[in-house]
Structure formats: structure tokens, C-alpha cells
């Protein structure tokens, strides 16, 4: 069986070199086989591998970059990610499911909450141990995600297939 594809929201520099430095600070070395990232699409099938190529380009270049804002921090149970918040890429992601409607997972029809995980499968103590130090860091802050990237899975790691940036002029 081929490995599926996942859909990412691509950061500005600025915010993914942040959100990767506290991901490697706080994630378990052991299980840290990825940079940080906004997953959109868990799951889109092999065969549909073809068709991402074209409709993700497309999106990418009808939009303009979506409003981002780091909106504190989410509770994950047993770990923690960086909250975030765009009504502009949930509307464009939105755009992509309905495109692709019949042909997605069950965990990919619904909205996600948008978040970048910084520690995860840790106990729920230190998942909170970890939330009371950084709650007094983590600041409100806008920011603009930068395109669309497509990844294979390739049994817990990824690799990186191609990014497509936000080049268009509509507001999502």
C-alpha cells in the first residue's frame, strides 16, 4: 500500500524557527521526527496524489497570504501546542474539502483547531508543568502563513514534496 499525503499551512521564518526551537526544547527526543508545522489534511489518499498537485497550486495562487494570530497556548491532554487562529485559512482549507469532498477521512471532514504541537505523549503532569512556564511567554502575536505544502507520510516521518506559496490577491 502506498503512504498517504498530508497538507501543511507553511509559517513565516520567523514563527516556525521559533516554534521549532521550543518543539525541540520540549518534545521527546525519541519521538521528534518532524519540525514544527500546521496540518490541515491528515490523510488524502495515493491515488489522489495527481489531482493535489493542480488543485493545491491553484489555491495557493488565488489567495493572498491568510491572516495568522498565535493566540496562546492549547492543552493536548499529554502534550501542548501554540494555539493559533486564521478565519482566512480555515475558509481556504474549508474551499480544498469541499473540493475533495467524498474522498477525505473522517478525522479530515472536520474543521481542525488549528495549533502547532510543541510536546506530545509525555504524562499529563508534565503536559501541564510545561503550560504553567511557557503560559506567561506565549504573547498574542499576527503573523502571515506563507502557502500550501504537500508531504508523504512515510511511517512517522515525512518528506517534503512541494510548497506552494500564496501569491493571489483574494481575501479567503
Do not use: C
Not at 35 to 42: G, K, S
Not at 46 to 67: I, R
Not at 99 to 122: C, M, W
Amino acid at each position: 500500500m502506498a503512504d498517504p499525503f498530508i497538507v501543511t499551512a507553511s509559517l513565516p521564518p520567523d514563527i516556525f524557527a521559533w516554534a521549532d526551537g521550543l518543539r525541540h526544547a520540549h518534545f521527546p527526543p525519541e519521538r521528534n521526527k518532524l519540525q514544527a508545522h500546521v496540518t490541515l489534511f491528515h490523510s488524502f489518499a495515493p491515488s489522489l496524489f495527481d489531482e493535489l498537485k493542480t488543485v493545491l497550486p491553484g489555491f495557493a495562487a488565488e489567495y493572498a497570504p491568510p491572516e495568522g494570530r498565535v493566540d496562546g497556548l492549547m492543552d493536548l491532554g499529554k502534550g501542548t501546542a501554540i494555539a493559533l487562529r486564521s478565519p482566512q485559512l480555515l475558509a481556504i482549507r474549508e474551499q480544498i474539502e469541499a473540493h475533495f469532498h467524498g474522498a477525505l477521512t473522517q478525522q479530515d471532514r472536520y474543521e481542525p483547531r488549528l495549533h502547532i504541537t510543541i510536546q506530545n505523549k509525555v504524562t499529563k503532569e508534565e503536559a501541564r508543568e510545561l503550560q504553567r512556564e511557557l503560559a506567561p511567554q506565549i504573547e498574542p502575536r499576527a503573523f502571515h502563513f506563507t502557502g500550501l505544502e504537500l508531504h508523504i507520510y512515510r511511517g512517522g516521518t515525512w518528506e517534503h514534496v512541494r510548497r506552494f506559496a500564496f501569491r493571489g490577491r483574494a481575501v479567503a
